[in-house]
């Protein structure tokens, strides 16, 4: 049983549904900001690229699936990939390409790429977000060159993700209210067996911020909102926790 309503997203002067990608042209200067309202998103990223190992290959061909504003792109500098956005909003492309992301507009259930061309295809924080997740699956694995490498984050489908990162997490600053569709939330073995399906052993692993990390984080926050101090401090890391049960990390190789 579902314990979260659809509900709605108010993300400045218009409601939008819940999950609407509309909200990211609204909450677009929040992008970049590291304390904004996509700061986790900095911190998931920073983890997800620590799965890429640097390559020799000349021309190795990163493509980064539902990319937003381009928040991989500082962590695999110096790594040696070409870096290939993908996303459907406009608003959010346009900042990866001031990142140096070579964009695309388009959707990650078909994207406008040959097949086997890509060395590492990332998906972060995507799958949650679209209602035929098997499909961008099935484009991520068809994208990958034989022993390319896939590696994603999502949001499982239980009703521990739904409280902490809907119920909880959109009352504090580090998700924006209505960002999620809970009923779009990814079930880790379904995802293993449909990469699977396509090619890809995928290894699955929880990840959570660093308890000590947010709190200091919050509490930061909290006294830049009051005082209108600059805010200088470190990021919480994202570590491995022993649950995927709320948040969960995906690494896998295509065979063939
Ligand atoms: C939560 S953001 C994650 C952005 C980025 N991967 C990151 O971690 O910073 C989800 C992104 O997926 C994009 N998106 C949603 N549905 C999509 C689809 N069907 N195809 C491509 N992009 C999509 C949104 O526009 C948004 O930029």
């Given at each position: 049983m579902r314990d979260v309503d659809a509900g709605t997203a108010s993300t400045g002067p218009r409601v939008l549904p819940r999950?609407?990608?509309r909200q990211y042209d609204d909450l677009a200067g929040e992008w970049w900001r590291p304390d904004g309202a996509f700061a986790m998103l900095h911190w998931l990223a920073a983890a997800r690229a620590a799965l890429v190992p640097p390559t020799s290959r000349p021309d190795a061909l990163l493509v980064d699936l539902?990319?937003?504003?381009?928040?991989l792109a500082p962590h695999l500098s110096g790594k040696g990939y070409r870096h290939v956005g993908v996303d459907v909003t406009r608003s959010a492309l346009a900042q990866a390409a001031e990142h140096g992301v070579c964009v695309v507009q388009g959707d990650a259930t078909a994207v406008p790429l040959p097949d086997g061309c890509a060395d590492v295809v990332s998906a972060g924080e995507l799958l949650e977000h679209v209602p035929a997740w098997p499909r961008v699956v099935a484009e991520a694995c068809r994208l990958l060159r034989p022993g390319g490498l896939l590696v994603l984050d999502t949001l499982n489908d239980t009703a521990l993700a739904r409280l902490v990162a809907v119920r909880i997490a959109e009352r504090l600053p580090t998700v924006p209210r209505?960002?999620?569709?809970?009923?779009?939330?990814?079930d880790a073995r379904a995802l293993v067996a449909e990469c699977a399906r396509h090619g890809v052993d995928l290894r699955l692993r929880g990840i959570r911020p660093q308890a000590g990390g947010l709190v200091a984080w919050l509490l930061r926050r909290r006294r830049v909102a009051r005082t209108g101090a600059t805010s200088a401090g470190r990021a919480p890391r994202i570590v491995p926790t022993?649950?995927?049960?709320v948040l969960y990390q995906g690494r896998g190789v295509r065979n063939g």
């Open positions: 999950n609407d990608p539902g990319c937003g504003a381009g928040l209505g960002i999620h569709d809970p009923r779009l939330f990814v022993r649950s995927t049960a």
